[in-house]
T-cell receptor
Framework: GAGVSQSPSNKVTEKGKDVELRCDPISGHTALYWYRQSLGQGLEFLIYFQGNSAPDKSGLPSDRFSAERTGGSVSTLTIQRTQQEDSAVYLC???????????FGPGTRLLVL | KNEVEQSPQNLTAQEGEFITINCSYS?????LHWLQQHPGGGIVSLFMLSSGKKKHGRLIATINIQEKHSSLHITASHPRDSAVYICAVLRGNEKLTFGTGTRLTIIP
């Protein structure tokens, strides 16, 4: 596709349930980021994948959060046992290589009731 | 204190006015990004710069590495420029650290 896509666009879940958020980066982009934007807050880094290197997970807020990137392309962010404070917009971005422009997806708006 | 500070937090101006948004940072960086986030939530990268000045249409971004400061200027502002403008710095670890954004509203 022409840009970064994310699915679902909106997700409402109950506290305690697991959710999976998907990101399809731009084809050929080696780097992929996940960010979170809570209501009224700035963007927050979660995790970074670069090629076949081990991901930088230093931004994940707890061990309930995990992410994987299969085949160097599609990425899935999983939140286990969701809490209300996990409610936010989760954004994915990809870039062709280090020090290049990041292209953002439209985000997944997650609401935990 | 945040590593990246933006000012003002909110800015309302009349159509046609010259707009300046400022960003100061306190860490060593390899590059600085200016991002635009529209009310629908989509984020677009406007500029990435590590020195000097860049221009794209009515938008101009400058950076002073010694002073750890960057500015985003909009000339002949238009209501469609209304958005949140976010400054983000890239450190050597390839992670972006974001400012809290400046909400710009241009009144016709």
């Amino acid at each position: 596709g022409a840009g970064v896509s994310q699915s679902p666009s909106n997700k409402v879940t109950e506290k305690g349930k697991d959710v999976e958020l998907r990101c399809d980066p731009i084809s050929g982009h080696t780097a992929l980021y996940w960010y979170r934007q809570s209501l009224g807050q700035g963007l927050e880094f979660l995790i970074y994948f670069q090629g076949n290197s081990a991901p930088d997970k230093s931004g994940l807020p707890s061990d309930r959060f995990s992410a994987e990137r299969t085949g160097g392309s599609v990425s899935t962010l999983t939140i286990q046992r969701t809490q209300q404070e996990d409610s936010a917009v989760y954004l994915c971005a990809s870039m062709r290589g280090p020090q290049e422009t990041q292209y953002f997806g439209p985000g997944t708006r997650l609401l935990v009731l | 204190k945040n590593e990246v500070e933006q000012s003002p937090q909110n800015l309302t101006a009349q159509e046609g006015e010259f707009i300046t948004i400022n960003c100061s940072y306190s860490v060593g960086i390899s590059a600085l990004h200016w991002l635009q986030q529209h009310p629908g939530g989509g984020i677009v990268s406007l500029f990435m710069l590590s020195s000097g000045k860049k221009k794209h249409g009515r938008l101009i971004a400058t950076i002073n590495i010694q002073e750890k400061h960057s500015s985003l200027h909009i000339t002949a502002s238009h209501p469609r420029d209304s958005a949140v403008y976010i400054c983000a710095v890239l450190r050597g670890n390839e992670k972006l650290t974001f400012g809290t954004g400046t909400r710009l509203t241009i009144i016709p």
